[in-house]
């Protein structure tokens, strides 16, 4: 079935380092992809997400490039910030009513 | 701009009481989903409702029943709660599911079963 996969955390950077959550995916169609977060005490936000191949979505200084060869759609940042503390999650929807979505990896990020 | 609304935000339950769980979607979004998030867990999906009709099913015991309204907005109804319960329950909505499946989710109701 459909899955997702997603590096494992936490993940812990100090200000303006650079970021990348790893995220790999399986599905039998032609899925949307998307990064959504969650901050503290907080509903999921969608982050940015990708209908094909080789789209880039981007979002507050965030990028994923959907790449079907290696069924990967990884999260990029160039410098975080100690606000993009949080869990990020990679899921996929085939175009049926559900999203999969991957285990999440929490983001702490330093001062 | 609006947003899902869930309520309430917090409810506390003991052991083999019910519990009614509210969504309200985005106007205009005819797709409504739930789903379960235990501690340090992903969420799990549970059960969706486009047009008012069941669309899906996930993991939903068959303690918790589910219905969308004519107005669009959504009861989760949980019956004989367990301590297993204790959770985050989200709901979602979404407009035309061809658009790439882009969900908005509300703020979730923290379940507390005791």
């Known amino acids: 079935g459909d899955s997702v996969t997603q590096m494992e955390g936490p993940v812990t950077l100090s200000e303006e380092a650079f970021l990348t959550i790893n995220c790999t995916y399986t599905a039998t169609g032609y899925p949307s992809l998307f990064w959504y977060v969650q901050y503290p005490g907080e509903g999921l936000q969608l982050l940015l997400k990708?209908?094909?191949?080789?789209d880039k979505g981007s979002n507050k200084g965030f990028e994923a490039t959907y790449r079907k060869e290696t069924t990967s759609f990884h999260l990029e940042k160039g410098s975080v910030q100690v606000s993009d503390s949080a869990v990020y999650f990679c899921a996929l929807n085939t175009g049926g009513f559900k999203t999969i979505f991957g285990a999440g990896t929490r983001l702490f990020v330093k001062a | 701009a609006a947003g899902v609304i869930q309520s309430p935000r917090h409810l506390i339950k003991e052991k083999r009481e019910t519990a009614t769980l509210k969504c309200y979607p985005i106007?205009?979004?005819?797709?409504v989903y739930w789903y379960q998030q235990g501690p340090g867990q992903d969420p799990q999906f549970l059960i969706s409702?486009?047009?008012?009709?069941?669309?899906d099913k996930g993991s939903i015991p068959d303690r918790f029943s589910a219905q969308q309204f004519s107005d669009y907005h959504s009861e989760l109804n949980m019956s004989s709660l367990e301590l297993g319960d204790s959770a985050l329950y989200f709901c979602a909505s979404s407009s035309n599911r061809l658009a790439g499946g882009e969900q908005y989710f509300g703020p979730g109701t923290r379940l507390t079963v005791t």
């Open positions: 409702f486009y047009e008012k009709m069941q669309s």
């Open positions: 990708a209908t094909k191949a080789d």
């Open positions: 106007p205009r979004h005819d797709t």
